[in-house]
């Protein structure tokens, strides 16, 4: 996982974390976007490296081609796909929506992390290969 996605979504874990009234509203919405941005950073990585130029498509575009750069994981791309969309109808504030509780949020930053351990494996994984060829 690179820097920048590990401070994001250590950013959204402590917006769980330290709640307050005074926040209320905000804080819930803010943890979302900063955990879809770590999971966009994330898919970045795996890109350069799996598909490069892939990162300048749309982010449905990128989730269909996870199944296929992840066919080992199946139930991750699911579940990254929920998150994703989840995380981003969150980010936006309807009138007659509540925003996400505190676990769902935790269970969408837990698949995110998850997702950034798998690519951490993909991407290290190819960088041994090209130094040994």
């Known amino acids: ?16 974390k330290r709640a307050e009234p005074s926040t209320a509203g905000i804080w819930p919405r803010a943890s979302a976007l900063l955990a879809r941005q770590a999971l966009e950073s994330v898919l970045d990585d795996l890109w350069r490296v799996r598909a490069p130029g892939l990162e300048r498509h749309s982010m ?12 080992e994981r199946p139930d991750l791309t699911r579940r990254v796909y929920y998150a994703w969309s989840s995380l981003s109808r969150a980010c936006h504030q309807h009138a007659y929506e509540l925003p996400p509780t505190s676990s769902e949020l935790a269970g969408w930053i837990e698949v995110v992390e998850e997702l950034a351990g798998v690519v951490t494996e993909v991407t290290r994984g190819a960088s041994t290969q090209v130094s040994r060829g």
């Open 1 to 16: 996982m690179s820097s920048s996605s590990a401070l994001l979504l250590g950013h959204a874990a402590m917006l769980l």
């Open 60 to 71: 449905r575009a990128q989730l269909i081609c996870l199944r296929h750069s992840l066919p």
